[in-house]
């Protein structure tokens, strides 16, 4: 078998077997086969895309090309969930203890954040004294003992992955849906999950910026899941605003707290119990999506969710009090707000500009290598719909940075993402669509 061949194949539309992807992802993987003979097969990909059972396929080698968790002596269904990342995206700081009270174990391995998308790890990594380094055993252990853990991701991951990704950021071949989507769920096959639940976002925010993008990268990831006998769906979720009302760290877990109190922004707590419900119904909690959506907002009433949150904040090393007392967690020097020039409705907001401000502020990596500040970040005091006047907070910046050059430019980076108009804009759309095995189901 020769990689030029392989690469011909492709490249004039050909299907490849599961044993040439084999000798591909693992012959890079190795150092056998060199970048610019991957890079050609990656060009090839993006123009003439993959089959069905060439993706699962491609997902399944990568899957196999590091450690593999082993979660099969952990009780129950076990249902991961993915997020395709976004601004202000606290879900699995909410949902994984809401879904966990609701008898569905959660065994999940996140990342850090990366440019302007927050990462969990870093997230949790605001609660002092919170560990992110879990054995497998430990990691299991405490599953099967309180329903729920959160461990960051193995060195050895997906290697083939992370190795094929770092080419294709420099060969301009990372919007490819087929590698997309194969980069995605290779990570939650080798996660160990027996059934996933995907927030696909789109938006100005989001990787995928149309609708009928995110659409197509949602059905190529649930067919996936199908092929390797892991049942998936998939919800298509706005990332037009960034979710929530806060961006950062410390201040996403301080509003997953009142999130998880019933006293959470009502986007954040609506698309948390719509990816919830789907996680019971895959775990067999529940037969259908409403009762499951019953069920999970029953147990943010009565307490429940909180209550898992913080056993679950015990359990890795964090202190509870940190929970009844958000103020202790970490708090930035400085909050300076931006005030609007014009009076109005606020008609948008591009939620990539208020991400990158936000990383400007310290609270995400420009880099994989550079240093955050937990306590930096941004909340947003106004949203698409809110009538303002000149002068109004529209957001305030959190930040140990006090130097007045860095707080003026973020500051224009919060200006530049609001329009303000004067006619009072539509309900914004949070859900799109559900993907599943059956089809898309349109919610718009």
């Known amino acids: 078998m020769r990689t030029v061949d392989l690469i011909q194949k492709k490249r004039d539309g050909g299907e490849l077997s ?78 994984a203890p809401l879904v966990a009270a609701a008898g569905v174990p959660v065994a999940k391995m996140s990342g ?48 083939a992955d992370k190795k094929l990704y770092g080419l294709r950021d420099v060969t301009a071949t990372v919007n490819s849906i087929p590698l997309i989507a194969s980069s995605i769920m290779s990570k939650k096959i080798a996660s160990g999950a027996d059934a996933i639940v995907l927030d696909v976002k789109t ?18 990831m649930v067919a996936i899941g199908e092929e390797v006998g892991r049942e998936t769906v998939a ?35 609506e698309l948390c119990v719509t990816l919830g ?30 209550k898992k949150f913080k056993e679950f904040v015990a359990a890795q090393g964090g202190s509870p009090s940190f929970i009844d007392q958000p103020s202790q967690l970490p708090t ?24 990158l401000g936000a990383m400007m502020l310290g609270a995400g990596r420009e880099t994989k290598e550079a240093s955050i500040d937990l306590a930096a970040g941004m909340l947003l005091k106004r949203k698409i719909g809110d009538l303002v006047e000149a002068g109004d907070v529209l957001v305030e910046l959190h930040t140990n940075r006090g130097e007045a050059s860095l707080v003026e430019a973020v500051r224009q980076q919060v200006l530049a993402a609001y329009t303000i108009t004067e006619a009072k804009p539509a309900e914004p759309t949070l859900m799109y669509a559900v993907v599943t095995k059956a089809g898309v189901e349109r919610l718009v």
Do not use: C
């Open 332 to 355: 930035a020097k400085h909050v300076f707000p931006v005030e609007a020039r014009t009076a109005g409705y606020v008609a948008a907001i591009e939620a990539e500009r208020i991400g």
């Open 112 to 159: 850090r954040g990366l440019g302007h998308t927050g990462g969990t790890i870093d997230k949790l990594e605001s609660i002092p004294g919170f560990k992110v380094e879990l054995t497998e055993e430990q990691f299991v252990e405490q599953v099967n003992r309180h329903g729920l853990a959160v461990m960051s991701q193995s060195g050895n991951v997906t290697p």
């Open 203 to 220: 938006g100005s925010g989001a990787f995928m910026k149309t609708l009928d993008d995110s659409i197509r990268l949602a059905e190529a």
């Open 235 to 269: 919800v298509i979720s706005s990332m037009d605003q960034p979710l929530g009302v806060a961006v950062g760290n410390a201040l996403e877990v301080k509003l997953a707290i009142e999130t998880l109190k019933g006293e959470g922004p009502a986007d954040l707590e």
């Open 277 to 306: 419900a789907h996680m019971l119904v895959l775990g067999g909690r529940a037969l259908e999506i409403g009762e499951a959506k019953d069920m999970l907002y029953e147990i943010i009433r009565k307490g429940y969710a909180l």
């Open 18 to 95: 599961r044993e040439e992807l084999a000798f591909l992802i693992q012959g890079y993987s190795s150092g056998r086969i060199p970048d610019y003979q991957l890079s050609a097969w990656a060009m090839a990909v993006y123009f003439q895309g993959m089959t069905a059972r060439e993706t699962a396929d491609l997902t399944l080698e990568m899957a196999a090309s590091g450690d593999q968790v082993d979660l099969r002596s952990i009780q129950g269904v076990k249902v991961d969930k993915h997020s395709t990342g976004g601004v202000g995206d606290t879900t699995t700081l909410v949902l």
